[in-house]
């Protein structure tokens, strides 16, 4: 089962692969990861950024001075110990975030378009279970929002979870700045 899942995810894959590599242009991969975990923890620290990221401090803050320099990323001294510099997106990177979730939803729509409304929500309703067992697993995972027209309409019918971190060995993470 495992292997045929690893198969059949390769789609999804590809349409995942193909929407950050268009965004690549502006950022890199690691980049791209630090933006997403920014948005996720607004004014997080240095420090738990790179930790969240798998990488040492010094190479979390060069990774930081170029997002700066890109306008995707503000430091801002923290409010209780103005030693401790808190994170935030810019609206640019913002945009860059909204532009990649429009891409991959485009070309989502496009393929579940060619599938029956039943194999449309037994996928969602598999993805849901396998979310939950993930979640169980204590797997990374963040909420996505909802996923388009094809739902049945119900409260959150089309939210799905997908992981904030890659799995190891997926070349398409950096693990340095």
Known sequence: ???????AAGALLTVWESAR??????VSGAQLRAVMVIEQHDGINL???????DMLLSSASRLCDRLVAAG???REPGRLDRREISLHLTPEARRLLAELRDDRRQQLAAILAGMTPEGRQALLRGMREF????????????????AGPWSAGH????????????????PSVARTA
């Not at 420090?47 to 990221?53: C, G, I, K, N, P």
């Not at 979310?131 to 909802?146: I, L, N």
């Not at 979870?161 to 997926?170: F, H, I, R, S």
């Open 1 to 7: 089962m495992a292997a045929e899942l690893d198969v």
């Open 155 to 170: 409260p959150g019918e089309g939210s799905v979870a997908v992981p904030t971190q890659q799995w190891p060995g997926d």
């Open 21 to 26: 590599e268009r965004t690549t242009s502006r």
């Open 47 to 53: 420090r738990r950024l790179a930790v969240q990221l």
């Open 131 to 146: 979310d939950e067992a993930a979640r169980g697993r204590g797997a990374p995972v963040r909420s996505v929002e909802p």
């Open 72 to 74: 995707m990323l503000e």
